[in-house]
């Protein structure tokens, strides 16, 4: 079945009625080294890595389609079936929770997700915990698991200057290397989750691809 948005493609961009696999990439380094793991795993796009502004890229031989997204965008491809498979981070699918299969960690992109506050924090229990944060269903269902009463203010990014001017007590947000945070005197607090990023796939399609679906997830697992 041709998604939606195939059907006002031009014929030569469609697939020539081809049954395309279409890969949702996270725009970005991972998404170039999940690439890199497509194309040893037989589905190469040399084009992909091109220095260009192009979005979409197909090998017509191999009937493999590959699109850069936004890496927040991938699960919402994924799900509506506008993509078959994708690679998002384990915090997207906890945050979101999309009707998706996931398929295989890739044991890349490894980080975790965090509660940092400015050093020597002290936390008044007797008050609402004011926490920032890009990611409000992952920090909720935490301090509910403890009980705590928490305000939840949601940014979109720099979440660490929040606690830093006093717009919130603490942030809960992603660490990888720890350098954010140094930088602007925070420390974590506690490690809420591990994360890493995850082959997704469409539920329909999965359903009709499955052995070449799995077969794409053991050829793509840990191997950098
Ligand atoms: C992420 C995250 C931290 C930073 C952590 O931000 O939100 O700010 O990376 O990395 P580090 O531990 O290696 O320093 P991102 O760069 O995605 O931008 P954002 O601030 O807009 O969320």
Partial sequence: MKAEWETRLPEAHAGQGKKYLTVALPKGRLGEKVYGRFAAAGYPCPELLSESRKLIFENEEL?????????????IYVERGAADIGVAGKDILLEYEPDVYELADLETGRCRMCVAAPEGFAPDDRRTLRVATKFGRIARAHYAKKGRDIDIIHLNGSIEIAPIIGLSDVIVDIVETGTTLRENHLEVLETIVPLSAR??????SYFFRKEQMDRIASGLSGKD
Avoid: G
Wanted: aromatic share 16%; glycine share 0%; net charge positive.
């Fill in 199 to 204: 082959l997704i796939a469409n539920r329909a």
């Fill in 63 to 75: 009937a493999v389609r590959y699109f850069w997204a936004k890496p927040s965008d991938v699960a």
